[in-house]
């Protein structure tokens, strides 16, 4: 499950602001919103499975630990680098 931390610093890695990852994820606004709150809203699972495999298609890794969680990203070998 995606958490809201692991979203908004997603969406930092990205150097995408919320109106962007809401339409690629299919999800309104308000949905994402509601998912990035500090606050413990209602979320729907639907909600969240969207923009968590958005995230992974652009390269997001979700990272969950004893330590807590975190999220990097990983670009495809070979991008990027001179042939």
Do not use: C, F
């Amino acid at each position: 499950m995606i958490t809201a931390r692991q979203t908004r610093a997603a969406r930092a890695l990205l150097s995408w602001n919320q109106e962007t990852l809401a339409e690629k994820a299919l999800v309104s606004l308000t949905a994402l919103k509601r998912l990035e709150s500090a606050n413990d809203l209602k979320v729907h699972e639907s909600t969240r499975d969207q923009v968590r495999r958005t995230l992974e298609a652009a390269g997001i890794v979700l990272l969950t630990s004893d330590r807590g969680e975190g999220v990097m990203i990983v670009r495809e070998s070979g991008v990027g680098k001179a042939p």
